[in-house]
């Protein structure tokens, strides 16, 4: 996504000016917003339902605690939405909090790779 100005430039002109605002320009657009956001956006919304299948493997408490699981993530996408929002666009501009975000993400992802 932080490359998204260096292909866009070549995309933009060689459509035109006119055919951005015509039906044409406005499937590629669509196009291309859904073929980059739809695979990360399939994948995020995926991680929830697998890891509450994960921890509730057996049938005994499974609606306590896929409730706790759900009410934890909602809680931490709620904080983390306020925190980009309210602070961290203002502190570090756009590129600088998409940054952020990635490495954080990054590094949520490294405990369990080196688990085991």
Same mark, same amino acid.
């Given at each position: 996504m932080l490359a998204l100005p260096l292909w866009s430039e070549r995309i933009w002109p060689a459509l035109g000016p006119e055919n951005l605002?015509?039906?044409w320009g406005a499937l590629v657009k669509t196009s291309l917003s859904l073929g980059l956001l739809l695979p990360p956006a399939f994948l995020m919304g995926m991680t929830l339902p697998v890891i509450v299948s994960a921890v509730c493997l057996t049938n005994e408490g499974l609606s306590s605690q896929a409730i706790r699981l759900y009410a934890v993530?909602? *809680?931490g996408r709620v904080l983390g939405v306020a *925190?980009?929002?309210g602070v961290a666009i203002q502190?570090?501009?756009? *590129?600088g909090s998409m940054a952020l975000v990635i490495a954080a993400r990054g590094r949520a992802l *490294?405990?369990?790779v080196f688990a085991g």
């Open positions: 605002v015509s039906n993530n909602t *809680l *925190l980009v929002t502190k570090l501009g756009v *590129l *490294l405990p369990p």
